[in-house]
Structure formats: structure tokens, C-alpha cells
């Protein structure tokens, strides 16, 4: 009898190595059969079974192999033990356990069990009986730590209950944790050799409307943030933490997909493009409009991802990414591939748009695709850069996703621009998981210290009142990226050209982030205000955090915090699609109105002083004694108002300094497209005199080959018609010899006499 030990079997996808694992699992199968009497279970996919049956066939002819997908005949003979091997697939062991785990096996197999299915069923196939069992791992999950816990609670029973407290384990178990508990059960490892990827952290601060969005967003759920403590088992206020912290999230792509009222504000947007409004407000749209900007100017090709988020008015992520990539470039410059395809149409569409984009003279340089649309069938050629526009709470779910797309770039290192929001939840994610650290938005330890990150530094940029960042930083950032992009030869180590305090370069050992990697976000007096924040929470005293930060709000810009508050509090009830055309409205500057009532009131306070000063000319001088006392008062009262709008007179110089910097950038922008579309025609009456030159050359090549087949052709007629000539003379002198011979003879006839 066998010793009870148990394999894990572990492989990382390609169609080359499924077979290599057949062969392998088969033959181990085989060389069994001759030495135990139990059967064999081997459960994989509806769609393989086939597979798994024809290479048993190839291997050997007299083993009884059973296929069952719970027809009653086969079931019947699962009951008697009427053969050696039984296929199936979980689902149709789950519906008939009670006769599976009366039998015992001899061997288990569970085919490609990172699947969801077999975390789904990990229950019940915990009730089959094996002496031995064998799992085999085909590409990585979703979530690594999640199906390394369910390998060990499966493989060994004194893991069971490892994944019972997610909110505790979480934080104390690891990946690396979890893969030593496993290494003892690994069998044998494969790694695919794919393409290397060269990962950077790229900082983007948050735009002044997303500063104000996202502090009132804390304050507006302060009660549900200071009720937290270690111990707190309220779902309600864990449950609101969640949702806030998904806020908190979408707000760093863009302020309109949390409240898409903003984007109506205001109609008067006759100071200011209305792209230009929509791409301002967003830290990650500005950046990311000047990087394809530069990667278009050096001929590169970029693939976006993204993941799709959708507002109340079915505008998402996508759309707001479709419109500034085809009013910036055209229509032709980019394809679209959707997260979800839900007809024929879309679907022909989809390969429609691969196939433009793979051309080989395409004008495409842009690819925009949404994770969920990430698989083995989408082939992308002459990719130069990928640009994340946003990131998973675990960031290696992204790379996993990237590694499902075949990808054919001319660089031995693909580089991949992760963009990430400074001071926000989205550093700490990245932050925790250079740590080890799975984000779990089910656990409110680690809900709270996302959200804890940076608060007290954006409350301070939105008091101040002060742009969240000078035009020069992204201009910087991007001159930086652009001459990253260009070195083909990329070091990944410390002296390489990324060793910059902006640019984090992502290095990665042993499938994990490194620990060395330094964000933007983490300089000294930030760490400073984390370990502070360790402390309230470790206290569990979480409300003296919050009242601290959140009372900054309150020396702020009055009503700022509260405006949007109830704008984020009250989304819209109904829900109405819009047609593409009328998606982008103009975005308004509501901070105008604001200081334009100011100055009107100022000016009517005014005009009330001329006026009664003018009156009081005419008047005895009693009346002009109390006329003059009135205007004493309106004086006092203009000079009052005057002192309580004092902090209204620095917002008017920020925002006159604002239109200036704006009206400044905006020339910058125009001056930069009108370079390029210079240059642009320049190419095209280049490329246009190149093929009108070629097409002239040809015509005249083919005047000459006509021409000399027609010469060729004339003096071919003209020796027949000399030959004709010849030949007819010829004729006619044999013709007149006959007739003069024939006159001879008539002339001396012959006489008999």
C-alpha cells in the first residue's frame, strides 16, 4: 500500500505545455495502475475532458477510462467501480458527492485549481478521500494570496481554518509566508519565459477640484471613520467604509465620475476650451494628454489600460479616455477595445479594430483597452510602452492581466508607466504592497490605513488655497519620461536612469515588489505623520485623528467642503444615458460667480456713497450733518465688508494668478499642436510628392514599354508586308512563265500528214 504524501503540481500557461502536462500527469497515472487496486479521480474543465481521454487512448489501450457528466448509466456504474480512471468535472462530482466520497481513491487530481470553481467547491471536494493528491496550477489567479490559502487548507488539513479571520490574517500572513507553506508540497515548477517588463511608479498630484472633492468626502463621513477601533464588528460603518474608500478611489481618476453634476456647473465656457476644462480637473488626464503628446512626437506606440469605472449618468473611465484621445489626435490614431462584449457586432468590431491597429502602415499609435478585456486571443504588434492608468488594490493583478495579452514589442524590456495619485489611498496600496501586504477592502484595518494616508497633507493644500502643482512638475515629469521612453537600453539597477526622487522604478523579486522602492509621497515629514497615524490607531482612538485633520477643512475656503459634500451625498435618483455628442458639456468655473458677487456687492456699497454725497450738496446742513453721518456708516460698512472679505482678496489674486498661468498654458498647448500639425503636413506633402512621384515614374516607365512594343510591333508588319511583297512577285513570274510556255506551244502545232 502507497504512503500518503501529496503533490503540487505547478505550471504557468502556454498551449506547448498544457500538452507537456497531459503527458506528464498521464504517465504518472499509468505507472500506478499496475500497483493499486483503487481508482483514480481526475477532475478538470467541461472543455478538456476530451483531451484528457485522448491522451490516455495515445498511452494505453487497455486502461478503463470513464468520462461522466452525471449520466444516470455511468453513474450507475461509478457505483460498482466498473472502471480504473473517471473524468468528470467538478461541478458534476458536487452534485453527486455522496457517492464520490464513499468510494476511495487512490489518486485525486483537480486540473487548473487557481480557477474560480475550485474555491467555489473547495468544501465539498475536501470530502473526497485520496491517499494521494494532485494539483496542478496553470497561470496565476486573481488573488494570489486567496488560492495559496485554499492549496494549503486542501492539502493539509491544519490549514483549514487559515482564511477564517480575513481581517486578521491578512495583515500577518503574507505571500511569501504562504509560499513557504507550500514549497514542501511543490512537486515540480515551470516558469514560461515571457517577454521581461521594466515597471515604473509614476506620481501624479491631484488637481485643485479633486484636493476639494476629496477632503470633503472625509469630512462629510467623519462619523463613520472615528466610530472604527480594532474590535469594531458594526457592518454598517465597515460596509461605509468601504463605499467611501471606493470613492476615495474613483475620485483620483477623475472628480466627474463621482459627481457628475460638476461637469454642469457652470455654461459659461467662453473663457476656456471645453477639453481643456475636462482634461484640468483630472492630475492624471493633464499628464497623461502631454505624455501621448511626446510619445507621439518620437513615433512610439502606447498601450492604455484601464479599468472602467461608470457614474450615475453612464459616463465612465473609458469614455472621458475616448474623448481626449480623439479630440487631441483623431479619429485614426487610436482603436477602443471594451471591457465588455455583449454582441456579434461589438465582437467583429473588436478584431476590426486589432487587425487596424497591428496594420504595418497604420496611423494608430494608441491602443485603449479595458482590463476585463485582457485575453490570450488579443494580439498586439509593436508595442512600445504601457501606460496603467489606474491600478488594482493589489498591483500585480494588473502585470497579471498584461501577461494574458500577447504582446510583440521591438524592445527586450517592455516598460510599463503605472500612474498613481501622491498622497492618496492609491500610494498606500502600492505602498503596502512593497510590504507583503494584501489590500483587502473587507478588512477595515486596512481600509482605514489607506485612508488615513495623506489626509492631513491634502487638508493643508486645500487651506492654503494654492494650485495643487506648479506647471513645471509635470513638465518636468514628462521631459523625464520622454527621454526614459527613448533609451532603449534601460538599467534596472540603482545607477540606472531612473534613480530619481519623481520616477519610482518598480523592481520586483521573486514575484513580489521590492521593499526598496521609495514613492513620491514617503519623504521624512510624511513618515512623520504615518507613524501618528499608526498611533491613534493603534490606541483605537481614531477620532482624535480625524477631528484633527477634519477641523483644517473648517479654517478653509467657506463652503467649499460643504458644496461638494451634499453634490457627493446626493447623486442623482434617475439614471439617464447620454448619446456620445452630448457627453462632454462645457465645464464651468463656479469659483467666478463666487468672486464676481464680491466685487458687485463691493461696487454697489459704492455707488450708495457717491450717490448720497452727491445728495447731500443740496441739502441745509442739519440734513447734511445726518446725511454725512449716514455716510460715515456706509463708509463703516463698506470698510466692514472690506475687512470680512480680506481672505477673499488672496483667492481673487490666485485666481487672476491662475487665468494667467492658464492662459499661458493654453498658448503653450496651441503652439505645441501647431508645431505638430506643421509637421504633420510637411510629412504628408512629403509622403504625397513620394507617391505622385513614383506614380509619374511608373507612367512614364510604362509610355516607354508601350512605345517600344509598338516600334517592335511596326517592324514586324512591315518585314511581313515585305515578305507579302516578295512572295506575290514571285507568283506573278512563275504565273507569266506558265502562260508564255503555253503560247509556244500554240504557235507550232504539230502535222501529220
Known sequence: MFKLHILFFYLYFSNRMLQDRLVKVVSFVLSLLDNIKKPILILASSSALSLWKLEFSKRSKSVNVVTYNGNKDIRAAIKDLEFQVLLSSPDAIVEDIEIVDRIKWALLVIEECQRHIFSTHLK????????????????????????????LSFLDCKYENINTD???????ININTLKERLSPFIAFECKLTTPGFQEYWVPVHLSSM????????????????SSYSKNSSFHNIITQIRKVLFVHVTCCDHPYLVDPTLRNSSNDASLIDPLDAEVNVSGKLQLLDKLLLEIKRSGLRALVLFQSTV?????????????????????????????????KSIR????????????????????????RACHSSVR????????LFNSDPNPSNDIKALKRVTIDSPRERLNILRLYSSFTVEEKALILSKQGTTVNYTSSSVCHQLLTWGASYLFSKLQSCTDSWPLSFIDDLVCKLSSLLRNTGVQTGPTGPTNRSIISNAEMQNGAYSGSIML?????????????????????????????????????????????????QKSPSFVRKKPRSKRRKRAGTTVIHRYMKIIFQTVINMLIIILLFNTAKCMPFDSQQSCENVIDGCRSGSQQSQTDQTSSSTPLEAEIERILKEREQITKTHQEKKSMLLAERE?????????????????????????????????????HKLLAEILAQKFEDTQNVKRSKKGINISFPSYII
Open 124 to 151: 465539498k471536494l475536501q470530502m473526497v478521500t485520496a491517499d494521494m493528491k494532485l494539483l496542478t496550477v496553470s497561470g496565476e489567479s486573481v488573488d494570489i494570496c486567496e488560492s495559496y490559502q485554499n492549496f
Open 166 to 172: 480575513a481581517d486578521v490574517e491578512t495583515n500577518d
Open 210 to 225: 479633486q484636493i476639494e472633492q476629496y477632503c470633503s468626502i472625509l469630512a462629510s463621513n467623519f462619523e463613520a471613520l
Open 311 to 343: 457614474n450615475s449618468e453612464k459616463i465612465s473611465t473609458g469614455h472621458l479616455l475616448d474623448d481626449l484621445v480623439h479630440q487631441r489626435f483623431g479619429q485614426d490614431s487610436y482603436v477602443y477595445i471594451p471591457g465588455k462584449i455583449l454582441s
Open 348 to 371: 467583429a468590431k473588436k478584431k476590426e479594430s486589432l487587425k487596424m491597429f497591428n496594420k504595418e502602415a497604420s496611423d494608430s499609435f494608441i491602443c485603449l483597452c479595458d482590463y
Open 380 to 387: 498586439l504588434s509593436r508595442v512600445d510602452v504601457v501606460i
Open 520 to 568: 513620491f509621497g514617503e519623504t521624512e515629514a510624511h513618515m512623520k505623520e504615518s507613524c501618528s497615524v499608526d498611533e491613534y490607531l493603534s490606541d483605537d482612538s481614531p477620532s482624535v485623528f480625524w477631528s484633527n485633520v477634519v477641523k483644517q477643512s473648517q479654517h478653509g475656503p467657506k463652503n467649499s467642503c460643504s458644496r461638494l459634500s451634499q453634490r457627493v
Open 683 to 719: 510629412k504628408e506633402i512629403s509622403e504625397v510628392h513620394k507617391k505622385y512621384d513614383a506614380l509619374i515614374r511608373d507612367s512614364d516607365m510604362s509610355l516607354t514599354k508601350e512605345i517600344k512594343n509598338l516600334d517592335d510591333y511596326h517592324k514586324l508588319v512591315n518585314a
